[in-house]
């Protein structure tokens, strides 16, 4: 159980009521009892005020799943022995949440009375994998500032943080999926809807009285085309790798996941910490970014067979398909300005609809 212990302000009032005692001692002064006496009664008081507090119970809120560069509003409120129960005896206190290190925020605790006010601050995920909130650890103080006790709330909340996702060309993802989605007798008299263009697409799929309308490239897409066949990714890092490198393997595998997935296409990916089949929807993405997010370096077995095979080091990582092969970076660069980088993984930061 923690000690009261006194503060810096209690230390001075105690070394005064010393000395003041001393000295009424010495020359007999009687007038000095002025001053012992009530720093005497202070210094009873504010230790029978801290060294009876009991530990409080605390709920945290505002904690969620996210991507590497989120920031959260978290707030804890304390209470009794469960929710809605309030704290018996309000008292001041320093909070300071403890957070894993890959998780931020201001070093500086804060003052609050615990049992008439929650705390709250904003943490920010700053690497990738399983972190967590907790505990928290509250210095109570009596009401004269002269004792404080650390008192340890063992509340814990854990977090699932992402790796960094960036949108991928279309032309890359579909030069994936579309020839086999169209199949060989190119079933191409069903037509589906109108879309942007995208680079790869034929020119003999444009449609033009609606491109002439938008003043835009427009495109004709058939029912045939919206057939998806399942992807396969092996990712791994170069000659073994490191931590930096299974970051960059995390994010490039979790971007073309998702990419695709948003496309409707179902995608089995593999990673030295292990495997997932994934299909379109809340629950695929989710499977995927834990599993991302929780890669370390390592290699996948040669005899895996894969469509597209990822090899990652410091700095970027390679993506090979069939006879293709391009860097990561130039496909981010290659996209441009088209979204920002949780754009495509946005809906997947807290779905939890299965």
Not at 113 to 135: L, Q
Not at 178 to 204: H, K, N, W
Request: proline content about 5%; hydrophobic content about 40%; some cysteine.
């Amino acid at each position: 159980m923690a000690r009261s212990v006194l503060t810096r302000r209690g230390r001075f009032v105690l070394g005064v009521c010393v000395v003041a005692a001393f000295m009424a001692l010495v020359v007999a002064g009687r007038s000095l009892n002025a001053v012992v006496i009530p720093g005497v009664i202070a210094l009873v008081a504010g230790y029978l005020q801290v060294s009876r507090l009991d530990e409080p119970a605390a709920r945290r809120t505002g904690v969620a799943d996210g991507f590497v560069g989120e920031a959260h509003e978290i707030e804890l409120e304390f209470h009794g022995g469960r929710p809605g129960v309030p704290v018996d005896r309000s008292f001041v206190a320093d909070v300071r949440d403890r957070l894993d290190d890959g998780i931020e925020r201001s070093d500086a605790p804060t003052r609050t009375t615990v049992g008439e006010e929650p705390v709250t601050y904003r943490a920010r995920y700053r690497r990738r994998g399983d972190h967590g909130f907790g505990p928290v650890e509250v210095d109570a103080t009596d009401l004269f500032g002269l004792f404080t006790r650390r008192l340890v709330v063992r509340e814990r909340d854990p977090v699932v943080v992402y790796p960094p996702c960036h949108p991928v060309p279309a032309w890359f993802r579909r030069g994936l999926y579309a020839d086999e989605a169209v199949g060989d007798s190119r079933e191409r008299e069903e037509f589906d809807r109108l879309r942007e263009y995208d680079r790869g697409d034929s020119l003999r799929d444009v449609h033009w009285p609606a491109t002439a309308k938008h003043d835009e490239l427009v495109v004709k897409e058939f029912a045939a085309e919206t057939d998806r066949r399942r992807v396969s990714i092996a990712g791994e890092t170069a000659d073994g790798g490191d931590d930096l490198a299974a970051d960059v393997l995390a994010s490039a595998t979790a971007s073309l996941s998702l990419s695709l997935l948003a496309d409707g296409v179902p995608v089995d990916v593999t990673l030295p910490s292990g495997a997932v089949s994934a299909e379109p929807g809340p629950r695929g993405r989710r499977r995927v970014l834990e599993l991302a997010a929780r890669v370390g370096p390592g290699r996948v077995s040669e005899s895996a067979e894969s469509d597209v095979r990822i090899v990652a080091d410091e700095s970027d990582a390679q993506i090979s398909a069939e006879e293709t092969s391009v860097d990561f970076s130039a496909l981010r660069e290659d996209h441009g300005n088209a979204g920002s980088e949780h754009d495509l993984a946005g809906e997947a930061a807290g779905a939890t609809g299965e």
